[in-house]
């Protein structure tokens, strides 16, 4: 049964965690810092990321992160080993994740591009960014910052409120 964790690991104590499970049982699944990533091509969610796992037992199968910016939060991705995938363990993850949001906005970008996963986070009351309509709390310049490096489609915002969020959860039960 996998179970999520209620701690927030910083980055080095869940790579740590993580790598120290991995590196001996599947050297594809071994991370490194979100900064030091080809994939991370702004500043956003490198600097002081904090993650949610899920274990299995004592084995770690996924992660979600986020990083605190003051006045809103940056997603810090979510992944999920392929042999756990389907299980909806991402799904519990994130949710978790914007429970944790509270009142403030967050922001993220989608860099896998498979329609499913835009999807994913639209129904949980994410919306495409628009920058004559950004969440109060998140400046505009980091929006910006976002859309040059992932693209205007790829970047989502989400805010405290939402209808289809509320919709998804009637929907879910």
Do not use: C, H
Not at 78 to 104: C, H, N, R, W
């Amino acid at each position: 049964m996998v179970r999520i964790s209620d701690t927030l690991y910083p980055e080095k104590q869940m790579l740590r965690l993580w790598n120290g499970y991995w590196k001996n049982n599947n050297k594809e699944y071994v991370k490194v810092p979100r900064r030091e990533r080809p994939t991370i091509k702004t500043s956003l969610s490198t600097v002081n990321p904090l993650f949610y796992v899920a274990f299995e037992g004592e084995i770690p199968v996924a992660y979600s992160g986020l990083e605190d910016n003051g006045s809103f939060y940056a997603s810090a991705g979510t992944f999920v080993v392929p042999e756990y995938q389907q299980l909806g363990i991402a799904g519990k993850l994130i949710d978790k994740k914007m429970d944790k949001f509270g009142s403030k906005p967050a922001i993220t970008f989608i860099n896998n591009l498979e329609p499913y996963w835009k999807n994913f986070f639209l129904r949980r009351g994410w919306e495409v960014v628009d920058l004559n309509n950004i969440p109060e709390g998140i400046p505009e310049k980091v929006v910006q910052e976002e859309i040059n490096a992932a693209g205007a489609e790829n970047v989502l915002v989400y805010k405290r409120g939402s209808i289809t969020k509320a919709w998804f959860n009637v929907l879910k039960r």
